[in-house]
């Protein structure tokens, strides 16, 4: 992953795997955590506002036809 690792639902040594892997390779982690937050850096008030009226508006359009 580039942002952070997916376990598999409801499988609790699978997480634990991917916990692990994390502490094995903290070069790996700090890479993570560097790519997490430049990805949510992205996302800011102005652009989900932006979304939301988007998404109002297409949904008012479809109710009016």
């Keep these: ?34 790519n997490a937050v430049q990805h949510a850096q992205k996302f800011t008030i102005e652009e989900g506002a932006a979304r939301f009226i988007k998404l109002y508006h297409s949904m008012a359009d479809s109710f009016a036809n």
């Design 1 to 34: 992953g580039v942002t952070g690792l997916l376990a598999q639902s409801r499988d609790a040594w699978d997480t634990a795997d991917k916990i692990e892997s994390l502490f094995r390779d903290p070069g790996l982690l700090v890479e993570m955590q560097k």
